[in-house]
């Protein structure tokens, strides 16, 4: 029992080293059995980080603006009176439509009734003073014709009073004239085919040039089966406009429908506060759903006049530094500076030094920099 008892524990020990032995070693085969069994991952993980590029193509990039615009009357006025006077009769209040010529309002001044008498007056007058220096003229003149009969004197003097009374004469008659247009004045009349959006005088008010109300006019007139849609369109968008634009509008008050109007007038010149460009629209009103003063949301669009370089959206980075792309030449990257265009869907109009056909990373990267190593490129569409 005591030689059994000493030779067990060397036994043991033999067979826990046999064991761990065994287990390292399946542990080392497993380790190099295990890259063998990921192969396929790894593969498939290095496709799909292939750098993906493009070859530069021109284009031309449709968009269009939305902006806002007003609508104002074709043709609008402030009436106001040019003499001082009462009013006499109005024949029109806020809302009446009006063609040209028509009468809106009569006013009367009894002091022009009286300066219009005195001319009339004086006009007959210098008529009689006139007519009598010439007959005397026109009696001298024919007696002159025997020698000897008129001194020469006599009838240059004659002849002197007679211009001097026609020079009055004529005076008198102006005086007389312009008298009587002022009276003309106290009739106002339509000046073309319009309505009455305001009127700010009743019969009995006191109306001229001066004075207390005269801040304001008898009548505000529009007309409205024409207007104009009025925009102004930002300084960096002007390069598209063009007389043949044709635009779409719509306006709160009828949000279901959609105007049409074309561009007809272009200021051509851009507004010194507000950075923009003023272009007009005709727009046809003759069922008078529109009304002046109304505001407008405007789809302008602006087409390319010439082929430009259009890439993704994404092709372009935009750091704190610069605007670039990142061209690939001979599987190395380029940082090319560029600037930009207009955008619309994901796309981008860009300009700068760059050739058609030229490949670009289709996902630039501010991480990217001029001469890293750019390695399986893929070529694809954009």
């Known amino acids: 029992m005591n030689r059994y008892d000493q030779t067990t524990p060397g036994l043991k020990l033999h067979l826990f080293s046999a064991f761990v032995a065994a287990t390292l070693l399946c542990g080392c085969q497993a380790v190099e059995k295990q890259p063998q069994q990921n192969a396929p991952a790894a593969q498939t993980v290095t496709e799909s980080l292939a750098t993906q590029v493009f070859a530069l193509q021109k284009g031309r990039l449709s968009s269009s603006l939305q902006i806002p615009g007003e609508l104002v009357a074709y043709q609008r006025v402030d009436l106001y009176a040019?003499?001082?006077?009462?009013?006499?009769?109005?024949?029109?209040?806020v809302g009446s439509e009006v063609s040209q010529g028509?009468?809106?309002?009569?006013?009367?001044?009894?002091?022009?009734?009286?300066?219009?008498?005195?001319?009339?007056?004086n006009t007959k007058s210098r008529e009689a003073i006139y007519a009598a220096s010439k007959a005397n003229y026109d009696r001298l003149f024919e007696t002159s014709q025997t020698p000897?009969?008129?001194?020469?004197?006599?009838?240059?003097?004659?002849?002197a009073r007679k211009n001097s009374d026609l020079a009055q004469l004529e005076s008198a008659r102006a005086a007389y004239a312009q008298i009587a247009e002022m009276q003309?004045?106290?009739?106002?009349k339509a000046p073309f085919n319009a309505v009455v959006s305001a009127r700010n005088t009743n019969p009995g008010a006191y109306v001229g040039p001066s004075g207390k109300g005269s801040d304001q006019p008898l009548f505000t007139l529009q007309e409205q089966k024409r207007l104009r849609l009025v925009i102004a369109v930002p300084e960096a968008y002007t390069g598209y406009l063009n007389d043949k634009n044709e635009v779409t509008f719509s306006v709160k008050s009828l949000p279901d429908q959609q105007f049409k109007a074309q561009v007809k007038r272009m200021a051509g010149a851009i507004?010194?506060?507000?950075r923009s460009e003023r272009i007009e629209m005709d727009v046809a009103?003759?069922?008078?759903?529109?009304?002046?003063?109304?505001?407008?949301?405007?789809?302008?669009?602006?087409?390319?006049?010439?082929?430009?370089?259009?890439?993704?959206?994404?092709a372009v980075v935009n750091s704190t530094?610069?605007?670039?792309?990142?061209?690939?030449?001979?599987?190395?990257?380029?940082?090319?500076?560029?600037?930009?265009?207009r955008e619309a869907n994901s796309k981008i109009e860009i300009y700068g030094?760059?050739?058609?056909?030229?490949?670009?990373?289709?996902?630039?990267?501010?991480?990217?920099?001029?001469?890293?190593?750019?390695?399986?490129?893929?070529?694809v569409t954009p």
């Open 102 to 121: 028509q009468l809106l309002v009569t006013m009367e001044a009894p002091e022009l009734s009286s300066q219009l008498a005195a001319a009339l007056s």
């Open 285 to 314: 009103n003759n069922d008078k759903k529109l009304l002046p003063g109304m505001v407008a949301e405007v789809n302008l669009p602006l087409a390319a006049s010439d082929s430009t370089f259009v890439v993704p959206r994404s």
């Open 271 to 274: 507004d010194s506060k507000l």
């Open 82 to 93: 040019k003499e001082n006077s009462f009013v006499k009769n109005v024949y029109v209040d």
């Open 184 to 188: 003309n004045y106290l009739q106002i």
């Open 321 to 341: 530094e610069s605007v670039f792309v990142i061209r690939a030449v001979g599987n190395k990257a380029e940082r090319v500076p560029v600037k930009t265009g």
């Open 148 to 159: 000897g009969t008129v001194s020469p004197n006599d009838l240059e003097q004659a002849l």
């Open 353 to 379: 030094d760059l050739h058609e056909g030229d490949t670009l990373l289709i996902t630039a990267s501010d991480e990217i920099k001029t001469g890293s190593d750019l390695t399986n490129l893929k070529t």
